[in-house]
Nanobody, 127 residues
């Protein structure tokens, strides 16, 4: 059973930074588009960012554009989400998953195309 492992969350003040990591023990991320998603309290899960299987293209939710660059390290078999200028509204549990349907990212994340969800990592932005 494949399950991704998210890490790097924590408590940070507004304006601070965190770097989230998405690892996949026993599974090669290469060849898959990888998406980051989040679920805030009382809200549905939403797509945050996606990186294509080649790493050549990325998509971002409007709310995080310019603040959350996504990257992948093939050698480390890891995908990262660098979170900068964090805001209280970024508070959520963050998840990563693999797109099993396509290697490219869509403008709006189609959650049903993704699998191998991890347990998530909590990000809390508060002063």
């Amino acid at each position: 059973q494949v399950q991704f492992v998210e890490s790097g969350g924590g408590l940070v003040q507004p304006g601070g930074s965190l770097r989230l990591s998405c690892a996949a023990p026993g599974f090669t991320l290469d060849g898959y588009a990888i998406g980051w998603f989040r679920r805030a309290p009382g809200k549905e899960r939403e797509g945050v960012s996606c990186i294509s299987n080649s790493g050549g293209s990325e998509t971002y939710a409007d709310s995080v554009k310019g603040r959350f660059p996504i990257s992948r390290d093939k050698a480390k078999n890891t995908v990262y989400l660098q979170m900068m200028d964090l805001k209280p509204e970024d508070t959520a549990v963050y998840y990563c998953a693999a797109n099993l349907v396509r290697g490219a990212c869509t403008a709006v994340a189609r959650t049903y195309e993704y699998a191998y969800w991890g347990q998530g990592t909590q990000v809390t932005v508060s002063s």
